[in-house]
């Protein structure tokens, strides 16, 4: 999930907004996230299908 959907529950605010400490300091441990820290689950689990699916296809086509 993503952190501009949060809602702070110390002052009910957007995070993205940062209006209060906690806000300010989840909004940071947030953008520190690694790579792929702002994608879906969804979308990782589209990018791991697609993977498994190269690797079958790369093993399929590599000569005995």
């Known amino acids: 999930m993503t952190y501009d959907r949060l809602v702070c529950a110390n002052c ?3 995070v993205t907004e ?3 400490p906690v806000c300010r300091a989840n909004r940071e441990r947030l953008q520190q996230e690694g790579p792929f820290g702002g994608l879906s689950p969804v979308a990782l689990l589209t990018l791991l299908v697609l993977m498994i699916g190269a690797v079958a ?3 399929t086509l590599r000569p005995a």
């Open 12 to 14: 009910a605010a957007p």
């Open 18 to 20: 940062g209006r209060c």
């Open 57 to 59: 296809v790369l093993a």
